[in-house]
Nanobody
């Protein structure tokens, strides 16, 4: 069955960096768009970044220039490199798999807290 397992979250000071990883299994990783979403209490889950099978990327305006997304098809893993972190980046971050433009699987989420 499809599994998406995130890792790399934690507590970081403002201006710091974190790299999230999502290890995927149970499907042909290389042919699907993968993404990262985030959610804070009381708010809707929002797209942070996505990467298509061909490597095209898309980012939320709030993270452009600070975050990058990449994928390693040999390792079935998608990464989110987060630099210049701000307190407003604090959220639970979720890995996602998309099919026909819609997310069909989610990971369990990893907490990112940006605080001094």
């Amino acid at each position: 069955q499809v599994q998406l397992v995130e890792s790399g979250g934690g507590l970081v000071q403002p201006g710091g960096s974190l790299r999230l990883s999502c290890a995927a299994s149970g499907f042909i990783f290389s042919i699907y768009t993968m993404g990262w979403y985030r959610q804070t209490p009381g708010k809707q889950r929002e797209l942070v970044a996505s990467v298509t099978r061909s490597g095209s990327t898309n980012f939320a305006d709030s993270v452009k220039g600070r975050f990058t997304i990449s994928r390693d098809n040999a390792r079935n893993t998608v990464y989110l490199q987060m630099n210049s972190l701000k307190p407003e980046d604090t959220a639970v971050y979720y890995c996602s798999k998309a099919r026909w433009g819609r997310v069909d699987y989610w990971g369990q989420g990893t907490q990112v807290t940006v605080s001094s």
